[in-house]
Structure formats: C-alpha cells, structure tokens
Nanobody, 115 residues
Framework: QVQLVESGGGLVQPGGSLRLSCAAS????????MGWYRQAPGKQRELVAE???????NYAGSVKGRFTISRDCVKNTVYLQMNSLKLEDTAIYFC?????????WGQGTQVTVSS
C-alpha cells in the first residue's frame, strides 16, 4: 500500500506561481511512474505531468514550458512547479503513483487561479 499526501495548493492571481508537493509513504524509486492529474469542474481528469523511475518527464501540451515536475528521492517527494498560471489551470490536482501494476492516488489539492 502506498499513501500519497499532497500539499501546496491555494489561490493565486493569473501569472503567479505555486509549487505542489506529493509525499509518498514508500521509496519513490519503487514507483514506475509518478505524476499529477487535474480535474476542473465539469471536465474529465487529465494528465498534467509525469516522471518515470528513470527520470524521464512528460507534460501535457497546455502546461509545457510553464510547469516543471521534479523529485527528491531522499524525501520521497515529487513536486510540480507551476509558473505563469492561467485561469484555465484552476482545478483539483491529484498526485498519483504507479507501482507493481497498481495505481495509487492522493486526496487532491485545490488550485484556484483568479484575479
């Protein structure tokens, strides 16, 4: 079993920045992939960014160049640095981890971009 605890969400103005954190209860080296999805009201959940155990990253086209996913293997934590935030980035952001053919989810953290 893997527990994921997110933090760092909040309210920010357009053009601002936030950093989300996802702390895992087990070594992130044991995760095949970790990353972030988001779900806006009335929309389907969509992949935002992911990082593989080998360190390869992948981003949704809508966030490429603005968001950066990274990890701290000592703290077993994955981060999502979000810059140049837009109104359309407003959503609940969920951390996930794939391990041994199972997917684990965090509880979600709200990000609201508003003037």
């Amino acid at each position: 079993q893997v527990q994921l605890v997110e933090s760092g969400g909040g309210l920010v103005q357009p053009g601002g920045s936030l950093r989300l954190s996802c702390a895992a209860s087990q070594s992130i080296f044991s995760m095949r992939t970790m990353g972030w999805y988001r779900q806006a009201p009335g929309k389907q959940r969509e992949l935002v960014a992911e990082i593989t155990s080998g360190g390869r990253t992948n981003y949704a086209g809508s966030v490429k160049g603005r968001f950066t996913i990274s990890r701290d293997c000592v703290k077993n934590t994955v981060y999502l640095q979000m810059n140049s935030l837009k109104l359309e980035d407003t959503a609940i952001y969920f951390c996930y981890a794939d391990r041994l053919m199972r997917t684990y989810w965090g509880q979600g953290t709200q990000v609201t971009v508003s003037s």
